[in-house]
C-alpha cells in the first residue's frame, strides 16, 4: 500500500509556515492584506525550496480560500509543467481558455512550471497575453533559470528571488518531521542529509523519508553509508595529515574511504566543504597566517581538482593529484615534501609485457641510427600499456648506450616513478625485446640547483602534473 511521501505530507499550507524565505511571504502577505494584486509573478529559485508550494498558496489566497480548501481539483487554478508543453500550440490554446470567465473561483490562476523551457514562439505567444490580460486571470511563472527567460517577460512580472536553505534551517526542519514521525535520528546525521541537499528542503526530506524505513537508530555512520558520503571524522583526518605533510598517510586514508564506496568527485565535494569551514573557523578565531594560506590554498587546489574531473577518464588522478599539492606545497614547516613513494602506491598498474615481434638486426648489426628508431619504437609500445611512464622517460631523455636505458630525471619524484618494480620491469622487458639483447635501466637524478637559485616551482609542479596526468609538454612557436 503506498504512503504518502513526507514532503508532500509537510508541503506548506499558508505563507505563514513557509520555512526559510520570510522575505518573500511577508511581502506577498502584506499585498493580500491591501488588496495589491498582480496579473504576473516570477518565483524563481534553486530547485526545493518551495516556488511551486507557494504558488499554490498564493493561488488559494488569491481566491479567498483557507488552508483546509486544498482541492487539486479546482478547475480555476490550472498548473502548467513548461517542460511537456512549450510549444506554441500550447500557449496559444492557453491564450484562447484565458479569455473564459472563471467557473467557480473569482480569479483563475495559471501556475506555469519550468517556465524557462518554453519555446521562443510560445514566449511571443504569452508576451500578448502578459501585455493585456483579462481582469480575471493571474498568472504565475516558476522557473530555476531566469536568466532564460526573455526580458520583455520579466518586466511584466513581480520578481521573487527564492533563497537556497541554509543548513540550520534544513536540520530544524528536519528535526521536526523526525520528531513527528518518531523517526529515531542523531543531529550529525541530520547534518550529513542537510549538506547532501545542497540547499534544497525537498531534497533533505526525500532522504529523511528514505532512511526512515530503518528500524535501528540512524546515526552518522549509517547515514554516511546509505549516502556514499565519508564521515566528518575522516575529512578532519586528511586535512590535518595534508597540512602536516604526511602525504603518505592521507593518500591512504583516501583510498579506504575510496574502497568503501565514496566517489572521488562526492570526496572531493566534501573536503571543499570542510576546507571552507575551518578557513571560516580559523579567520573567525584570528589563527596565524600559515593555517589561513593553507585552507586559502587548499579550496584553490580542491577547486581545480573538481573542474578536472569531467576531463579525465580516471576520476581518481584529481581527488589524488589535490592531496599531493595539499602536501607538497602548503605545510606546517613551508618545507617541499616528495609526494613519490605516497603517489606511487595509488592504483598500481598491473602491467604486462607487450607482445613485439622481433625483426630486427643482430646486436653487431645495430647502429647508433638503429638504436634511435628502436627506442622511439620501444618507447612507443611502453606507451601504449603506460602514457605516464611514457611520459616521464620522454621527459628524462631516454636514450640507449650500449646495453643501457639511460634516463635523466629532474625530480626524485619521478626517478622513484621509473624505478618502481613493476615499472622497472615493464621497461626493462620492452628494451630488451626490441633490441634482441638484455638492456637495464639507469636511471638518474640531476644535480639539484645551487643555494643562491630560487626552484622553479610552478615547471616542478607542471612536471609532476604531466607524469601523473601522462602528457606531453609541446614546444610552441
Not at 257 to 282: D, F, H, K
Not at 342 to 352: D, G, K, P, R
Amino acid at each position: 500500500m503506498s504512503q504518502l511521501a513526507l514532503y508532500r505530507k509537510y508541503r506548506s499550507a499558508d505563507l505563514n509556515d513557509v520555512v526559510g524565505q520570510k522575505h518573500i511571504t511577508q511581502t506577498l502577505n502584506a499585498a493580500l492584506k491591501q488588496g495589491k494584486l498582480s496579473h504576473a509573478y516570477l518565483f524563481t529559485g534553486p530547485r526545493g525550496v518551495g516556488k511551486t508550494s507557494v504558488a499554490r498558496i498564493l493561488a488559494r489566497a488569491i481566491n479567498g480560500l483557507d488552508k483546509t480548501e486544498d482541492n487539486p481539483n479546482f478547475l480555476d487554478i490550472i498548473e502548467i509543467d513548461a517542460a511537456s508543453n512549450r510549444g506554441i500550440d500550447e500557449i496559444r490554446a492557453l491564450r484562447d481558455k484565458v479569455a473564459v470567465a472563471p467557473a467557480k473561483l473569482e480569479y483563475k490562476v495559471y501556475i506555469i512550471d519550468e517556465a524557462h523551457m518554453l519555446t521562443r514562439e510560445a514566449f511571443n505567444a504569452l508576451l500578448k497575453t502578459l501585455e493585456e490580460p483579462p481582469a480575471h486571470v493571474v498568472f504565475i511563472l516558476a522557473t530555476t533559470e531566469a536568466h532564460k527567460l526573455p526580458e520583455t517577460i520579466i518586466s511584466r512580472t513581480q520578481r521573487y528571488d527564492f533563497h537556497a536553505f541554509t543548513e540550520k534551517e534544513i536540520v530544524l526542519r528536519l528535526d521536526y518531521i523526525a520528531k513527528q514521525e518518531k523517526i529515531t535520528i542523531t543531529k550529525p546525521a541530520l547534518q550529513l542529509i542537510a549538506q547532501m541537499a545542497n540547499g534544497g528542503m525537498r531534497d533533505a526530506i526525500s532522504l529523511l523519508d528514505q532512511l526512515s524505513v530503518l528500524e535501528e537508530e540512524i546515526d552518522e555512520k549509517l547515514t554516511s553509508q546509505f549516502l556514499g558520503l565519508a564521515l566528518s571524522s575522516e575529512l578532519n583526518e586528511i586535512l590535518d595529515l595534508s597540512q602536516h605533510g604526511k602525504a603518505q598517510e592521507a593518500l591512504d586514508k583516501i583510498t579506504t574511504i575510496s574502497t568503501n564506496g565514496v566517489s572521488p568527485g562526492e570526496l572531493l565535494l566534501q573536503l571543499q566543504r570542510m576546507a571552507r569551514e575551518r578557513l571560516v573557523g580559523e579567520i573567525q578565531k584570528s589563527a596565524d597566517k600559515k593555517s589561513i594560506q593553507f585552507y586559502t590554498n587548499a579550496l584553490e587546489i580542491l577547486h581545480t581538482a573538481m573542474n578536472q574531473l569531467s576531463f579525465t577518464a580516471n576520476s581518481y588522478i584529481p581527488l589524488e593529484l589535490a592531496i599531493v599539492k595539499m602536501n607538497y606545497r602548503f605545510t606546517d614547516t613551508n618545507t617541499p615534501k616528495n609526494p613519490a613513494q605516497s603517489i606511487n602506491q595509488i592504483h598500481q598498474v598491473q602491467a604486462s609485457v607487450p607482445t613485439v615481434v622481433n625483426k630486427e638486426k643482430s646486436v653487431s648489426e645495430t647502429t647508433d641510427s638503429d638504436a634511435v628508431a628502436l627506442c622511439d619504437k620501444a618507447l612507443s609500445a611502453i606507451k601504449e600499456h603506460n602514457n605516464s611512464l611514457y611520459a616521464l622517460l620522454r621527459s628524462g631523455g631516454a636514450h640507449v648506450e650500449g646495453d643501457k636505458l639511460l634516463v635523466n630525471c629532474r625530480f626524485a619524484f619521478h626517478q622513484n616513478r621509473i624505478e618502481e618494480h613493476h615499472n622497472r620491469a615493464l621497461i626493462e622487458k620492452v628494451m630488451s625485446k626490441i633490441f634482441n639483447k638484455t638492456i637495464q635501466l639507469s636511471c638518474t637524478l640531476e644535480n639539484t640547483p645551487e643555494p643562491a637559485q630560487k626552484a622553479d616551482t610552478s615547471s616542478e609542479l607542471v612536471n609532476s602534473a604531466m607524469a601523473i596526468l601522462g602528457g606531453e609538454l609541446v614546444d610552441g612557436q
